[in-house]
């Protein structure tokens, strides 16, 4: 029997999505992720924006094009924050919700609904699949930060958090090249009073490059920066969410942190990693933000110097504190977005500049144009001509290319 395990969303539906790949696999089923021919489809919805929540839906109807008569189950964000949206739509057979994704394997000869409650502690998932070159390990769930503007604690619940051993025993299990350490809210992460410094100091002696996926500001320490500094293989990349440098907005946003602790923890960063990749995500257009505000936080982010941005304009989520304000004029949001974006080039641009003519460490992953393509342990897509095998290099980057840089091989490590 085939099966397809669709995915929308981030990093923690992928993992999800991986470990139920397996948990198939383990059942006899073919599996594969993408949206082919199948007599079992699984879809892993996602509801961070409307427009996820509707390609979710819109991936329904992709899947009867490939196979009418297939059992379809949904499930992940979009069907836990409205399963009568999807279990009304012909053809779909299992509508679940975010909790006890694991309960899926069991229902695949079901029918209906099963919204299971909220989860209270770390529900356990099979262990994904072996992946070479990146793999991404889930270490936690749930939020309970409240940013004004997003819908995630609402529908993932509280946070909790995988213990040590079970994740110390997938990455060596998974034995990738590199590790990427995923979370809804990775900063939150605290397993019976052990929180992220003393995960990272349990995973001193792993063997593969240890990343982080997107972190808050308020878990930047010297006792965290000293247990990365200890680990085998760091890749120096702190994708560190600001998404205002206004304190009106921020405090508008109810982020807990203000833009100079915030300047503080990127300087704590730099004494320990000074030429890290750091790297943020901005919302620009936020209901409360003047025009002000929106200078003030252009001036922060061209002060930190980000290796790069990943910008957007605010959307309004339906169930958020943020939902009842009055949304600002769309082309006010893109006016503002587009002076962020021209930053941003200049910002990534510098930073790839600065790195020229340095030695760095490229984990290759796939292959592109003409071109095997890594990252950088700071995060700058490397690009070296021509096909090689996937694995780690020493390689000099020699010139800007692309959203990268090019490279010569020095050696295979
Ligand atoms: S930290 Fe804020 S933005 Fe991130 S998931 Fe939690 S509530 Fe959403």
């Known amino acids: 029997m085939k099966a397809v395990v669709f995915t929308l969303g981030c990093k923690v539906n992928s993992c999800e999505s991986n470990s139920l790949i397996k948990g198939l696999e383990d059942l006899g089923f073919e599996v594969s992720d993408e949206l082919e021919f199948a007599d079992l489809y699984i879809i892993n919805t996602c509801a961070v924006t409307k427009e996820a929540e509707k390609k979710s839906r819109q991936a329904i109807a992709r899947v009867k094009k490939q196979n009418p008569l297939a059992r379809i189950i949904v499930t992940g964000c ?34 209906g609904q099963f919204i299971f409650p909220p989860e209270t502690e770390y529900h356990e998932l099979p262990l994904c699949k072996t992946i070479k070159s990146r793999a991404y390990v889930k270490i936690q769930d749930g939020c309970n930060n409240f940013c004004s503007y997003c819908i995630i604690p609402y529908l993932r619940g509280r946070s909790r958090s995988r213990s040590p051993e079970s994740i110390k025993n997938e990455i060596i299990a998974l034995n990738a090249d590199e590790t990427v350490l995923t979370a ?37 320490s010297e006792e965290l920066l000293i247990a990365l500094k200890n680990l085998k293989d760091f890749a120096p990349h702190f994708h560190l969410s600001l998404q205002s440098g206004s304190d009106n907005t921020l405090k508008a946003m109810n982020r807990k942190y203000t833009a100079k602790e915030y300047k503080d923890g990127v300087n704590l960063i730099r004494k320990y990693f000074p030429n ?91 292959f592109e ?3 095997s393509c890594g990252y950088t342990g700071n995060y700058i897509k490397t690009y070296i001509k021509g096909r090689i095998e996937n694995g780690k290099y020493k390689v000099c980057l020699t010139e800007k290319y692309k959203q990268g840089a090019l490279a010569e091989i020095k050696e295979k490590l």
């Open 78 to 111: 979009a069907s836990e924050k409205n399963p009568e949206s999807f279990s009304r739509k012909n053809g779909v057979h299992v509508v679940t919700g975010t909790s006890s994704k694991e309960k899926i394997l069991e229902l695949i000869e079901e029918n």
């Open 184 to 220: 809804i809210n990775l900063s939150a992460y605290n397993y019976e009073g052990k929180n992220l410094t003393c995960l990272i100091e349990s995973l001193a002696d792993v063997n593969t490059r240890i990343r982080f996926g997107s972190l808050e500001e308020n878990v930047i």
């Open 276 to 366: 890290a990749g750091i790297t943020t995500d901005v919302i620009v257009g936020y209901p409360t933000e003047t025009e002000l505000d929106f200078i003030d936080s252009y001036n922060f982010i061209k002060e930190i110097e980000f290796s790069d941005v990943h910008a957007f304009c605010f959307s309004p989520r339906e169930g958020t504190v943020a939902y009842k304000l009055k949304d600002l004029d769309g082309n006010v949001k893109r006016d503002r977005l587009n002076k962020l974006l021209e930053l941003k080039e200049i910002l990534k641009s510098r930073f790839i500049s600065k790195n020229l003519q340095t030695f760095q460490d490229v984990i290759i992953e796939e």
């Open 369 to 371: 144009d003409g071109y």
